[in-house]
């Protein structure tokens, strides 16, 4: 049943109702069970939910809501392999990829041994590129989730990262971004990665051809060693020259492929077993996903939380503030996995509907972000939920550093929670704000692991509840379409047809 036409949806209005006067610091000060109860453990993450406009009876309320919405029936099927990507009839399945070997049975034991025979050799291959000292530069061409997931991955991991390669990004079609990295490179200690799913992606395959250009200019022309393809198409791979390919299957969704070929950065700079160790925390997460509890299921927990604040609090946005400077793209690659997979207005059916669903994701590491935006997370007219992400242990000797950094992560969460009273006018601090604290022991290849599958599968639990399709993004074709007539427009100087605005600006171009 449609979400909003539920039982316990209604109950969600009339409960919103009578939360408009709740206060966090008397929840906290009254209900000695409430920090512990709004806690929750799953692998490799501890999260505290209790700073949350959020109590017992609210979540009971929500977990009844996904009881009448279906999602765990949803979810198994998922974990089934059946088609819950109805609008381009596919499976969803990046779970697969970090399933361990063997074990399933069924009609999936024979996807899952073709996931294993496809990562063995792409492991392999990242192990040869290791050992091979000729190979100093990695360039990853890719737009979206062949970008976003491998550069926040190869970031995030860097403290163990293989030591004498350097790594570099490049996805915008705008040419500034690959000139000023290839000035810095030589043809012969640089591999490209084309990573695209379709491998027909315009901004990728323009930078590829650049790429290839500048290598055959610089006297390269072993093509096979210093270029290779990470795609579902491997045949148009060929066809544009690449014989070194590493394929995936079109039941990966871009912004959930980062476990497939499309990981082959990361596999590059953290080395096979470390890649397996990703696969692994991601997976022992999936589990978490699959068996706990709703009430004790963090994933279901954080995305009910998300529809509670979207529908019936009425906050459209959420900001990420992750506590440590290698997971400085984390925020960008949430963006895409939210806003790419819920940003939908209407149903998996194709009916419009009169609710909201994603929200706007933003974010920076703190604790720049403090010193920037954080003054309107604090006074400003509008709450916004605050997502923290803190480590315990840094990976550096530095004295002082994490002490103070851990502090300002608690202190930022007290403060947006506590607010200041005693002043009033512009030095008041109303509080009340609330916020998430997500806590990693360490960062390494399964914490990370685990914590990227969590984001994916909190957005599941809201885009279910909404009834979406969370795996297609028919938003992003028009653009493409568009931007095909403007670029020939360009060259032909024709305007026929165009609005006057889109016409003057042609015109201004010329
Ligand atoms: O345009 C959106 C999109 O399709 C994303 O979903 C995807 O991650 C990105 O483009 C790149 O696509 P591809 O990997 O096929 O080049």
């Keep these: 049943m449609r979400c909003d036409l539920t039982p316990a949806w209604k109950s969600l209005q009339t409960h919103a109702q009578g939360f408009v006067g709740f206060d966090l610091r008397a929840a906290l000060a009254t209900d000695e069970a409430r920090a512990p109860s709004l806690s929750q453990v799953a692998p490799h993450v501890f999260a505290d939910l209790s700073k949350n406009h959020t109590d017992a009876a609210t979540e009971a309320l929500l977990q009844e809501l996904a009881r009448q919405t279906g999602l765990a029936s949803h979810r198994d099927a998922m974990f089934r392999g059946e088609a819950i990507n109805p609008t381009e009839d596919r499976a969803v399945m990046h779970w697969l990829l970090r399933q361990p070997e063997g074990s399933l049975s069924g009609a999936l034991a024979e996807p899952l041994a073709r996931v294993h025979a496809t990562l063995k050799p792409m492991l392999a291959y990242a192990e040869q590129v290791r050992a091979d000292a000729q190979i100093t530069d990695v360039v990853n061409i890719g737009i979206g989730g062949s970008d976003l997931g491998p550069q926040m991955a190869v970031l995030a991991l860097q403290d163990v990262a293989i030591p004498g390669k350097r790594f570099h990004f490049v996805s915008n079609v705008d040419g500034h971004e690959l000139a000023a990295v290839l000035q810095g490179l030589k043809a ?10 379709t491998f027909t992606t315009v901004e990728t395959l323009t930078n590829a051809r650049s790429a290839l250009a500048w290598f055959e200019a610089q006297g390269g022309t072993d093509v096979a060693r210093h270029f290779a393809a990470l795609t579902t198409n491997v045949a148009a791979a060929a066809a544009w020259g690449i014989t070194t390919t590493f394929g995936f299957w079109d039941w990966v969704g871009g912004r959930y492929s980062v476990w497939s070929a499309i990981g082959l950065p990361v596999a590059i700079a953290i080395g096979a077993q470390g890649f397996r160790d990703f696969l692994a925390g991601a997976h022992a997460m999936d589990q978490h996903f699959q068996s706990a509890p709703l009430a004790q299921n963090l994933p279901v927990r954080l995305g009910l939380l998300d529809v509670w604040y979207r529908n019936f609090l ?19 690659y949430l963006q895409q996995l939210e806003m790419e997979s819920n940003g939908k207005r209407v149903d998996r059916n194709g009916h419009a509907l009169p609710f909201g669903t994603s929200p706007v994701l933003w974010g920076e590491p703190g604790t720049n972000g403090q010193h920037a935006y954080f003054q309107m997370l604090h006074q400003g007219t509008d709450v916004v939920p605050v997502e ?24 930022q969460a007290q403060a947006l929670m506590l607010g200041k009273a005693d002043e009033g006018g512009h030095k008041h601090f109303p509080g009340n704000r609330p916020s998430t604290f997500l806590l990693l022991d360490e960062l390494t290849p399964a914490s990370l692991g685990a914590l990227i599958a969590l984001q994916e599968h909190r957005v599941f639990v809201s885009g279910s509840v909404w009834g979406i399709n969370s795996f297609d993004q028919w938003g992003v074709e028009l653009g493409k379409v568009l931007a095909q007539d403007i670029h020939a427009r360009m060259a032909s100087g024709d305007n026929a047809g165009l609005d006057a605005s889109t016409a003057a600006l042609l015109q201004r171009l010329r």
């Design 188 to 197: 012969e200690n640089t591999l490209f990665l084309i990573a695209s799913k």
């Design 314 to 332: 009425n906050y459209t946005s959420r900001s990420i503030a992750p506590y440590h400077s290698a997971l400085r793209r984390l925020p960008a």
């Design 388 to 411: 923290f992400i803190a480590v315990k242990k840094p990976t550096h000797r530095l004295k002082d550093h994490h002490e103070w950094l851990l502090a300002n992560v608690i202190a």
